[in-house]
């Protein structure tokens, strides 16, 4: 059998690891990932991760084809370059042919959302469908669209960026510095924001009550409080979703993807989220009202957490060996 | 030589012509659509168009292999279905099991919009691209993607309706009954609505001079007014290029198209369009202001004019032959 490498960059941390060809980890390198240190450094890091991975795993070096990286911001896939990240501080990180020379492997160089999403088609929720948009909802909106078993990167590798698609025209200023962007709303950080208005709002509530117990405001503190029977929190719960599925509604009216996987922090809430999220498409989707018989994209929770991104590098490896 | 018949629907006329296989016209026929007659009055006639153009091209019967249909509204090409069309009052019309029987040939349904963003990458403005968006300002925002030659239909053949994607939240009501979407904006109906309260608010303004003289407001009199020198017409063009540049701009972050070709009446304004609209793209696009070293969408006005529905149906057609 045939292996690839998957390496997932955080900004805190790195994944290295090894991946059968059906899109099975064999084994794990996980190390902190200090992007601030100079890159020849950060490299001999990676590499570290990647000889310890393929040590653990027990598979010959010789069977290994290819290593796949899933890095955040901006990635040149065809020069295998990082272009940009703001978070990171990389500018122009030749990493594909760094990497490709000190371990003698092709390597192919990939946004990390679109590794996830391929992740996700490959070996998790959207397994084996035609086509799936993956939908991160963490600090940001990341987003993936896969289509055939192969990552829509767009001409110049830059694709698929919706979490920067306007919904509010002129509304909330996002990191990217523009305003009303679906990420500005839809995104963890979103509700969180939200959560902590509402608390400001009303200190005694039980938002407030809950975000104190648990010690900070998280991604989940609304869904709780709303599962507790409170009303604050139901609302804000229904302007979250309403604007989560402004956005996907657009996503859906535009591609009609089979599946949306929706993941990150959000997507953990499994039901209590997707439930009201289908109820809020089916309404405002386009053709809703009208006596209409189509297929409908299935909206479903992530099931493979951050192994995603690690699956996804290396079957984008994969794809690159004839 | 093989040749295809393109079929394109409107809501007052319906054109057929034969098309040969790099996307010529040999022939074209013209008649009245008269959409609200019985199903079975609308494909005679529909016959007849077929049979008068072929009999105009001197292209042998038996040298036809297949026919393309573009049709408005939701359309199922799995069935060749239209499913569902506002406009023509049509419901469940399974067009394309009739004429295949009637004529004796496979037929391809395709979404009108589809089949003209096909027809401007075989033979007009996206030519030999590997990846192109058509956005249509008309009476509505019509758009189409077509990814290496073949058009993005989403699993379902619902695709593309970014028309109905979303950038003003609870803004301006949209025919599909949604709030803010696309359409309601920088559609040349959008335009005209926006050129008809300028004039409301400045009823002896160069805009009402204009129009007055012209008998009327259309999608190119805020334009011309704006070349004469009026500010009120500058402005006005400015605040709708601000509309249109934001729903680019999400498509372009989002799928990464190699070319946006921009079509219909407004798409007619050529330059002094597409000047303006390139800078505040620019300005606007993920990754603005970074100094990255990206390819950019080339962004262009559609040069088929009606055609790129006739040749795009047809050449939709000439797909599903082997």
Redesign the interface.
């Known amino acids: 059998m045939n292996y690839y490498i998957g390496l997932d960059i955080g900004g805190t941390n790195l994944k290295a690891g090894v991946v059968d060809e059906t899109g099975n980890i064999l084994s794990e390198s996980d190390i902190p990932t200090g992007a601030d240190r100079p890159q020849e450094v950060v490299l001999q890091d990676i590499i570290s991760a990647i000889t310890g991975a393929i040590a653990a795993s027990a598979v010959s070096k010789n069977n290994i084809l290819a290593v796949g990286v899933g890095s955040p911001g ?1 990635v ?1 896939s065809e020069t295998g370059t990082v ?2 990240n703001n978070n990171l501080g990389w ?1 122009d990180f030749k990493i594909g042919d760094l990497l490709g020379k000190a371990l003698n492997l092709p390597v192919r160089v990939e946004n990390d959302a679109n590794a996830a999403a391929l992740g996700e088609v490959i070996a998790g929720s959207a397994k084996g ?3 799936a948009m993956i939908i991160t909802l963490g600090t940001g909106v990341g ?1 993936g ?1 896969v ?1 055939d078993g192969k990552i ?11 979490g ?8 909330r200023l996002c990191n ?3 305003r009303g962007c679906f990420e500005a709303y839809a995104s963890a950080s979103g509700l969180i924001a939200m959560t902590k208005d509402a608390i400001a709002k009303n200190p005694d509530g039980k938002l407030a009550e809950l975000a104190k117990k648990e010690g900070h405001v998280s991604g989940h503190t609304a869904f709780d409080a709303k599962d507790m029977g409170d009303e604050a929190a139901a609302k804000l719960i229904d302007n979250y979703i309403d ?1 989560l599925a ?2 996907l ?3 859906i ?6 599946v949306i996987s929706i993941g990150g922090g959000i997507g953990k809430q499994g039901e209590r989220l997707l439930v009201p999220l289908r109820k809020r498409i089916d309404e ?1 989707v ?12 299935k909206i479903v929770s992530c099931t493979l957490g951050y192994k995603a991104g690690l699956i996804g590098a290396a079957m984008a490896a994969k794809q690159i060996i004839k």
């Not at 829509?152 to 694709?159: I, L, P, Q, V």
């Not at 009216?253 to 089979?258: A, D, H, R, S, T």
């Open positions: 901006m040149d272009i940009y500018h469908v035609s086509s987003s669209f289509i829509w990167t767009g001409f110049n590798s830059m694709a698929c960026e919706f920067h698609m306007v919904i509010e025209k002129g509304g990217c510095g523009r604007y402004c956005g509604v657009s996503l009216n535009g591609l009609q993807p089979e405002e386009y053709g809703a009202g009208h006596d209409v018989n189509v297929k409908k994209t």
